[in-house]
């Protein structure tokens, strides 16, 4: 059925100044409006408009209308359509939108005059109520030249640092327990999206009500395989990957939308939320570690238990996690050094070198030609070094420093002096 001889125009809504649809399905293109228009009241519309809420705030669409310009109108910021759209699901492609249909609109606009300063809350915290609503719905202070809200758009550098701003926000951390936040991301702008990634819209499952905010940092997080250790095989938590961080752009009483300002990985759909707190790196420094000759010097001292990606073999760079915590006196900015002790030409390393060379089928043809003493221990092997970037309660993440050789899980660490 054309537009033309139903006498009435369509209102076409272009929420990002172009004409390319946001759902993967092909007859919802915004440059194919739907066809399947059915008189509703007095007027055609392809949709199904409930009736809305006693109380809402009701607009009725006319011709000429967008998301984008009604948004730029009552929130003074059109970049924020998707909170009209959140609240009139009924229709099912945002491009198109239709003279009579009622439009549920959000409530009276708080603009925020400066960027707010994230809490200081344990990255491992999730918070939650407790917090009076202030308004409806509130804005994330002015946008930038770009149109968009202020954002991570540079990273100070520090040369002292032991760690760079990818080490301190992508190295994660082991939980002792399986744990789920009460915060998640439950949608996204761009519905086509299976991942998402810095500049991308999404929205979370709490808003004003549970004491967000405009301005509001977050952690996005994903709990990913349970870490057994290498050597004694007990079970040592999970591994909780850091995705990247999110910004409040725009809060109601129930639900928020944020800006992904900073990424590691790709975002799917039910990853975690938990408040942002800033990590500094501790200062990196000269230990004086030889590679020869170093022997026990009493220190506390523990195993590498996993490393950042699940790696086998990591060297210098690498992020690394150790079976120590802040409950076994390990801080961040301590230094340990990483070697293997009490083995043997027969057992190098049983939890980490053993199990690579069997994966890859290398052998060494010489030893099958010689005798040579059995048992005799070899001098402690000077691996390298690393540093605690941060501890949980009997883990640490790690930052190895330097490394004379590679490094497995499973070889050991000792506190340096």
């Known amino acids: ?25 092909a007859t919802k293109s915004s440059t194919r409006p739907p066809t399947n228009l059915k008189k509703v009241g007095d007027h055609w519309t392809p949709w199904d408009p409930p009736t809305p809420p006693e109380g809402a705030r009701v607009y009725i669409i ?79 202070p002015p946008a930038g030249d770009t149109g968009r809200p202020r954002s991570n758009t540079w990273i100070k550098t520090d040369p002292d640092a032991a760690a760079d701003h990818s080490d301190l926000m992508c190295s994660g951390y082991i939980l002792p327990e399986r744990w789920q936040s009460d915060m998640f991301i439950y949608a996204g702008e ?12 999404v929205y979370m499952n709490q808003g004003l009500d549970s004491g967000v905010k405009p301005g509001d940092k977050f952690y996005v997080v994903h709990q990913e395989k349970k870490v057994k250790h290498p050597v004694t095989r007990d079970e ?37 939320l938990i408040r942002y707190s800033e990590i500094t790196s501790p200062k990196k420094r000269d230990t004086g570690l030889e590679r020869y000759g170093v022997e026990d ?27 120590l915590g802040s409950a076994d006196g390990v801080e961040a900015g301590d230094y340990f050094m ?27 043809p010489a030893f099958k030609t010689r ?19 941060n501890t949980n309660h009997h883990t640490a993440t790690a930052k190895v420093m330097n490394s004379f050789r590679e490094i497995y899980p499973g070889d050991q660490v000792q506190l340096l002096d």
């Not at 990957?241 to 039910?270: F, S």
């Not at 238990?305 to 760079?317: H, K, W």
């Not at 293997?340 to 070198?353: C, F, I, K, S, Y």
């Not at 005798?371 to 970037?389: A, H, S, T, Y």
Request: aromatic fraction near 8%; charged fraction near 20%; include cysteine.
């Open 338 to 364: 990483i070697y293997r002790d009490d083995v043997t030409h027969e057992r190098p390393n049983e939890a980490g070198l053993a199990r690579w060379t069997n994966s890859h089928k290398s052998s060494i």
């Open 62 to 140: 006319v011709k000429g209308d967008t998301l984008w310009d009604l948004a730029q109108r009552d929130l003074s910021d059109p970049y924020l359509w998707p909170q009209i759209w959140d609240q009139n699901r009924y229709i099912l492609d945002s491009h198109w939108i239709y003279p009579g249909d009622p439009l549920v609109m959000p409530g009276p606009v708080t603009v925020v005059a400066e960027e707010t300063t994230p809490p200081q809350v344990d990255p491992g915290t999730s918070m939650g109520g407790g917090v009076a609503p202030v308004e409806e719905a509130a804005l994330v």
């Open 190 to 201: 761009e519905e086509h999206k299976t991942g998402f990634g810095p500049g991308d819209v």
């Open 1 to 25: 059925m054309m537009k033309a001889s139903l006498g009435v125009a369509l209102a076409l809504a272009l929420p990002l100044t172009t004409a390319t649809a946001t759902t993967t399905d």
């Open 297 to 323: 010097n009493g220190n506390a001292s523990g195993f590498v238990i996993y490393s950042r990606d699940n790696r086998n073999a990591v060297g210098a760079g690498d992020i690394v996690y150790i079976d």
């Open 236 to 272: 040592m938590g999970y591994f909780v990957r850091k995705m990247g961080v999110a910004q409040v752009i725009a809060a109601q009483a129930e639900t928020a939308t944020l800006e992904l300002v900073d990424g590691c990985d790709t975002v799917h759909l039910g990853y975690d």
């Open 371 to 389: 005798k040579l003493p059995r048992g005799e221990p070899i001098p402690r092997k000077m691996l390298g070094e690393l540093i605690i970037l």
